[in-house]
């Protein structure tokens, strides 16, 4: 009777994994009276050429099984053995797996460059704050699942006082004029329309043709989790000439919100056929990328530029009902967005610049930086930072995760927190509690050679989806 075990095999070339499993069932049920010499010379000629044994009475299922094996690793795409170097802003708050991700992306084959801004933290494929420059591929999860979210602000003409004074009104208007989270669509004749809807990337493929009709039933709502419209007072300091705002305080507008279902769709539509057409490693199998020189990757890029025109589409249809619910004249009103991919020129080169989780900085660039429903937020010039692909952090970035948020924080203790800070909240839950969020001062200061400040948002009235969804 011959005894041989994994470590025989393994000796003789075999590699951890399932073929090895299925060579040991197959000598234990055939070979267990056969001489360990004579065994292990067989399982020999069977690994080193499987094709010779293909009509074999007991190996020709493992032999063709070896051949399949053999032929997947063949099309795996291997990583750098060295990850690129990549700037990393606020580095004491950002958490080891945010980092060990960026590591991995900084490994592709097509990676150019990156970097992480201070809000960084882990997520799927590319971190929540990840930047990535790469050549002529693009990555569905490094754009990530709500695509083309972004920050909107109104500001009005409105001064503090007057807000002030009827605030109710303006929570009113809030409630009446938002819809957020999962299901919360509008339906017959309350649907609204938009140029967006009538764009021909709806009719480019049967698979996007499908996403219209939802589309339309969401176009001027909001996603769950960290979603939000509110109304807020924003502070110039100073004279701001590029907006043409005086020094002072004004009533102002501000949302975030993304694609709503038509993005997450897409994102997994796109995500499972790059993993099937581009085979990374395990660890890096949500890096997955579509060659845009392909049908593929042209295909996702339309569909994501689609989503992204039909997530401010979201925002267009927001603001302009509460502007003309409130009466007020608008000022100037500031967009930017996250969870896209651009081509840019970067250090002389065209790259496509993913930003998951992260807003455009560059020179002049206006963006919107929240910190949480109590913390302030700012609006900012981006500055240009080469270092940082022109970009800087889209919000404070969690500290908590959403779990540890609703075991540790209680709600009398974001009741105080919200009364202390002035604030009204209509929804939300535990997991979007202030404490969850990092310090929004500390993020700004990481940051600082990224982006000019050059108003301060205080939220005052919130509204978020109130049915404890997370983003979608």
């Not at 063949?74 to 990393?88: G, M, R």
């Not at 958490?95 to 992306?105: F, H, K, P, S, V």
């Not at 004029?177 to 493929?205: C, I, P, Q, S, W």
């Not at 509110?230 to 004004?250: M, R, S, T, V």
């Amino acid at each position: 009777m011959n005894s041989i075990n994994g470590k025989d095999l393994l000796a003789i070339g075999y590699q951890q994994s399932k073929i090895l499993g299925l060579a040991l069932e197959v000598i234990g049920k055939y070979y267990q009276e056969a001489e360990y010499e004579t065994v292990l010379a067989l399982m020999k000629d069977l690994l080193e050429k499987p094709e010779a044994f293909l009509d074999h009475e007991i190996l020709e299922d493992l032999a063709t099984k070896m051949i399949e094996e053999a032929k997947e690793i063949d099309e795996t795409i291997f990583l750098n053995n060295t990850a690129k170097e990549f700037a990393v802003y606020g580095s004491a708050h950002i958490a080891e797996g945010a980092l060990t991700q960026m590591r991995t992306a900084m490994r592709l084959p097509v990676t150019v460059g990156g970097a992480l801004m201070p809000d960084a933290h882990q997520g799927y494929g590319l971190p929540i704050g990840g930047v990535l420059a790469t050549k002529n591929g693009v990555i569905p999860y490094g754009v990530g699942v709500d695509i083309g979210c972004r920050m909107a602000l109104s500001i009005f003409d409105i001064t503090e006082e007057d807000f002030f004074h009827t605030p109710d009104t303006y929570k009113r208007e809030l409630i009446a004029h938002t819809r957020f989270g999962a299901g919360h669509g509008y339906h017959g004749k309350d649907r609204t329309e938009h140029a967006v809807l009538d764009r021909n990337e709806f009719n480019m493929t049967p698979f996007i043709k499908t996403l219209k009709d939802k589309a339309w039933s969401q176009l001027g709502t909001s996603g769950g989790g960290n979603h939000f419209v509110e109304w807020g007072i924003i502070e110039f300091a100073a004279d701001d000439q590029p907006l043409n705002i005086p020094k002072g305080k004004y009533l102002a507008l501000l949302s975030h919100s993304g694609s709503r279902g038509m993005g997450a769709t897409i994102a997994g539509y796109y995500t499972r056929l790059a993993k099937e057409l581009c085979k990374l490693p395990k660890e890096a199998a949500n890096l997955a990328y579509l060659d845009m020189n392909t049908q593929a990757g042209q295909e996702y890029w339309l569909a994501m530029n689609l989503a992204g025109d039909y997530a401010s589409a979201c925002h267009d249809v927001i603001h302009n009902k509460l502007a003309k619910a409130i009466g007020g004249k608008l000022l100037a009103k500031v967009e930017n967005h996250h969870n896209f991919a651009w081509k840019e020129s970067w250090n002389g080169e065209e790259v496509i610049v993913h930003r998951k989780g992260a807003t455009p900085a560059g020179k002049g660039v206006m963006g919107i930086i929240p910190g949480s429903m109590t913390a302030p937020g700012f609006l900012v010039r981006g500055k240009g930072e080469e270092m940082a692909i022109n970009s800087a952090s889209h919000g404070a970035g969690r500290q908590m995760s959403r779990t540890s948020a609703i075991q540790h924080i209680t709600q009398q203790e974001m009741q105080a927190i919200l009364q202390a800070n002035g604030v009204t909240l209509i929804g939300a839950g535990l997991d979007e509690a202030p404490m969850a969020y990092k310090d929004i001062n500390v993020v700004m200061e990481a940051q600082k050679d990224l982006v000019d400040i050059v108003a301060k948002f205080s939220p005052k009235v919130v509204r978020m989806a109130d049915d404890g969804s997370t983003e979608d």
